[in-house]
């Protein structure tokens, strides 16, 4: 299993970015993934998750309305599009997965099995 993250980078508040995800070693066809972020001295946050299975998404309450998650399984590839970014969304955001779940909630709250590298996240004026 691997997930390679991409698509960080540094904004202005009420800016936007889309961070990639791509899997590899499975298929896109069953199991829960998604987005966890974290801030130094912050404790890590399950930001949004989708199931693979019939996509069923969740979100944090922090990002609710302004981060949609969507996935391509033609690429194999979870996309996180984030809107409105504000300063406190400032983070390493890192996509996991884990195979023998596919439930989007489950997976959100939970610690996933597998990760991948970290891309990092900057909003600031």
């Known amino acids: 299993v691997q997930l390679q993250a991409s698509g960080g980078g540094s904004v202005h508040p009420g800016g936007s970015l889309r961070l990639s995800c791509t899997a590899s070693g499975f298929t896109l066809d069953r199991p829960a993934i998604g987005w966890f ?22 979100y944090s309450d922090s990002v609710k309305g302004r981060f949609t998650i969507s996935i391509d399984k033609a690429k194999n590839t979870v996309y996180l599009q984030m809107n409105n970014l504000r300063p406190e969304d400032t983070a390493t ?9 596919s439930s989007s909630y489950y997976l959100c709250h939970s610690h996933p099995r597998d990760w991948g590298q970290g891309t990092l996240v900057t909003v600031s004026s």
């Open 37 to 58: 972020r974290q801030a130094p001295g912050k404790e890590r946050e399950g930001v949004s998750c989708i199931s693979s299975l019939n996509e069923i998404t969740d």
């Open 93 to 101: 955001y890192y996509c996991a997965t884990d195979l023998g779940h």
